[in-house]
C-alpha cells in the first residue's frame, strides 16, 4: 500500500485569514507579523521530584559480556607465550565450563 499524503502544517493569518505555513512568522500575502506560539513552562525539580515510587524504578541492565575484542586477545597470546599455548589453555577452559 501506498503512503498516505498528508498537507503541510498550516497555520491562518491573524490580519488577513490567509493560509500559510505554520513555521512562517510574517504573512507572506499582508505582510503582517503572527503571534509566536506559546509553550508551558518545564515543570521545576521539586515537582518532577514527587513522582510515586513505581515511576522511578527502573529495569535492571542486563548484564553486559566482558569487551576488549582483538587487543585484549593479542595480549592474552603474548602473555602466555604463542598461539598454540592460548588454544591449548582455551580446550582446558573449555572443559572446566562443561562440568
Known amino acids: 500500500m501506498a ?3 498528508r498537507g503541510m ?3 491562518t493569518c ?13 504573512c507572506p500575502k499582508c505582510g503582517k507579523e503572527q503571534p ?8 521545576p525539580a521539586a515537582a518532577r521530584a514527587r513522582k510515586p515510587a513505581a515511576a522511578k524504578r527502573r529495569r535492571r ?3 553486559r559480556p566482558a569487551t576488549g575484542g582483538l587487543p585484549q586477545a593479542v595480549s592474552f597470546v ?4 604463542g598461539l598454540q599455548q592460548a588454544k591449548q589453555l ?3 577452559i573449555e572443559e572446566i565450563r562443561k562440568l
Open 9 to 11: 502544517p498550516s497555520k
Open 78 to 81: 603474548r602473555q602466555v607465550g
Open 36 to 43: 509566536k506560539a506559546k509553550r508551558e513552562k518545564a515543570q
Open 90 to 92: 582455551l580446550k582446558q
Open 14 to 26: 491573524v490580519n488577513c485569514g490567509a493560509t500559510m505555513h505554520a513555521r512562517k512568522a510574517v
Open 61 to 63: 541492565a542486563a548484564p
Open 3 to 5: 503512503k498516505k499524503k
